[in-house]
T-cell receptor, first 114, second 112 residues
């Protein structure tokens, strides 16, 4: 079984630029999550999808962050415009359903905003 | 209140030592607790999960929950250099197993 795929692995941008991250979850997993992990911190949930619908985006800074999950499979997370404090690792995870306790994480995208 | 506290370490132990990793939580409504392991430049992976109070053992790993003191622990017996990683405790909130709140993680180094 292939794991969660993410790209790019690394990205360096200047503040006020935009950036997009891509995630391909494990096949058949209905639930997809995006987390932000700042250095020295645990992951913080940004948004949760069930199929192609948003379940929870209460911690997503909606003035600059957006996410979508087309056709209930792949997902993209966008930041526009980026701020210095957005420097972090962005992790995508998937699980079979919302009631599943096990989430499978991708390797993450390390974003540096200069 | 959504809060899980974890000492970030770092923690350095010799190979073969027993390791104790701990977290405290503030909300008595939390019932499920997970331990994730995160190697450098990798995503977290689930090690163990427990429900309510008590112990759960899996090989060299034992997870323990004390709900009366809101304290969760992970013990690693016969630690190996391959156990060197950051260990994150987590618990779901808001009625969904998926909405996890994580501790900051404890960085463990096992020296050969």
């Amino acid at each position: 079984e292939a794991g969660v795929a993410q790209s790019p692995r690394y990205k360096i941008i200047e503040k006020r630029q935009s950036v997009a991250f891509w995630c391909n979850p494990i096949s058949g997993h209905a639930t997809l999550y995006w987390y932000q992990q700042i250095l020295g911190q645990g992951p913080k949930l940004l948004i949760q999808f069930q199929n192609n619908g948003v379940v929870d985006d209460s911690q997503l800074p909606k003035d600059r962050f957006s996410a979508e999950r087309l056709k209930g499979v792949d997902s993209t997370l966008k930041i526009q415009p980026a701020k210095l404090e957005d420097s972090a690792v962005y992790l995508c995870a998937s699980s079979r359903s919302r009631s599943s306790y096990e989430q499978y994480f991708g390797p993450g995208t390390r974003l540096t905003v200069t | 209140q959504k809060e899980v506290e974890q000492d970030p370490g770092p923690l350095s132990v010799p190979e073969g030592a027993i390791v104790s990793l701990n977290c405290t939580y503030s909300n008595s409504a939390f019932q499920y607790f997970m331990w994730y392991r995160q190697y450098s430049r990798k995503g977290p992976e689930l090690l163990m999960y427990t429900y309510s109070s008590g112990n759960k053992e899996d090989g060299r790993f034992t997870a323990q929950v004390d709900k009366s003191s809101k304290y969760i622990s992970l013990f690693i017996r016969d630690s190996q250099p391959s156990d060197s990683a950051t260990y994150l405790c987590a618990t779901p909130y808001g009625g969904s197993q998926g909405n996890l709140i994580f501790g900051k993680g404890t960085k463990l180094s096992v020296k050969p």
